[in-house]
């Protein structure tokens, strides 16, 4: 089945962008009420853009408020969340967290299950994790059906990928997936495009999924007076990530593409996406969006506008 709902845009952008962004209002610069957040969501869902809209980002702790609000959904438009859960500071406190984490998964699953759907558990990583963590982090979650992204500081991003496809390769259950930290709301929390390709290219050379967060609701790298930084942008990143997988680019390469700061060098058509000299079918990107998955926007309305205002919708 196509991940793609019919829509004005170039096939090859609405598979490189379907269910590509987690709406996250709750979080900064909007940070919204949990009300408005998820009235807006449910706006979106009903929208003709709705294509592009991932799951709304929730922390585990605001599941019982969230109850208040299930009725804005239905059965036809169900609530589709990322659950987050929260930063701890070492491996104790964190396994201790991912069992709070799944309970609450289980329970508000079952309380709401006509109209809720969780499909994602996000989590960041203690310092320092190690394969044993992973093995005990394994049996926490048990058979619990969600796609699971761990986040780890982005200068320890190629080790903790390592263990994760390490991991991945001796289990049967679904594969760890990787959460890459891609900006915040102050210079200091974006990462530099070589720390961004590193972990882009391990993630494609070892087969480990990724999706991001922060600082990537505008499609093109641009600097930004707000946080007073070039900030990354999601066809950087995202277009970086498929292209580093389907033609095997090193870190350099891809370093080049997440720092095009030139929207004539992208190129969408019916068949192909193209970058500079650079292409991927419609059709392999679709493949290999499997591994490059989502990304974390506090916004809904400004990637869309900005898109328009390109006339790529």
């Known amino acids: ?21 987690d709406y ?26 709705a294509w592009m809209l991932s799951t709304f980002v929730l922390p585990i702790g605001k599941f019982a408020d969230a109850a208040w609000f299930i009725s804005e959904f239905d059965q036809n438009c169900p609530l589709r969340i ?22 609450g998964i289980r329970e508000f699953s079952g309380e709401c299950k006509n109209f809720v759907l969780i499909d994602q558990l996000e989590i960041p990583l203690p310092p320092g994790v190690e394969r044993e963590t992973l093995a005990k982090m394994r049996e926490v979650i048990g058979d619990l059906r969600v796609r699971t992204f761990w986040e780890a500081l982005t200068e320890d991003a190629e080790r903790t990928i390592s263990l994760l496809a390490e991991h991945n390769s001796r289990t049967n259950g679904q594969p760890f ?14 990462p530099s495009s070589m720390q961004i390709a590193k972990a882009l290219v391990a993630g494609a050379r070892q ?3 990724m999706k991001f967060t922060a600082g990537l609701h505008h499609p093109i790298r641009m600097f930004r007076d707000e946080v007073n930084a070039k ?3 999601f066809l950087n990143v995202l277009g970086a990530g498929l292209l ?17 700061e030139n929207a004539n060098s992208f190129h969408f058509d019916e068949t192909v996406f193209g970058w500079r000299d650079w292409k991927i079918s419609s059709d392999k990107i679709e493949k290999h969006r499997r591994f490059i998955t989502s990304f974390g926007s506090c916004s809904f309305d400004e990637p869309r506008q900005d898109l328009r205002a390109l006339k790529l919708l």
Request: hydrophobic residues 40%.
């Open 1 to 21: 089945m196509s991940m793609v709902a019919g829509t004005e845009a170039a096939l090859s952008l609405r598979v490189l962008l379907a269910h590509s962004i």
């Open 24 to 49: 996250a209002g709750l979080f900064p610069p909007t940070t919204l009420t949990l009300e408005t957040a998820l009235k807006n969501h449910a706006t979106y869902l009903r929208s003709s853009d």
């Open 82 to 103: 990322s659950a987050l859960g929260a930063k701890t500071t070492n491996t104790i406190d964190f396994l201790e967290e991912l069992k709070t984490a799944v309970r």
């Open 177 to 190: 997936s990787f959460k890459l930290r891609t900006g915040g709301v102050t210079p200091d929390a974006f």
């Open 207 to 209: 087969g480990v999924a």
């Open 231 to 233: 900030m990354q942008r």
């Open 244 to 260: 580093a997988i389907e033609h095997g680019w090193d870190e350099r390469q891809t370093c080049i593409m997440l720092e095009d």
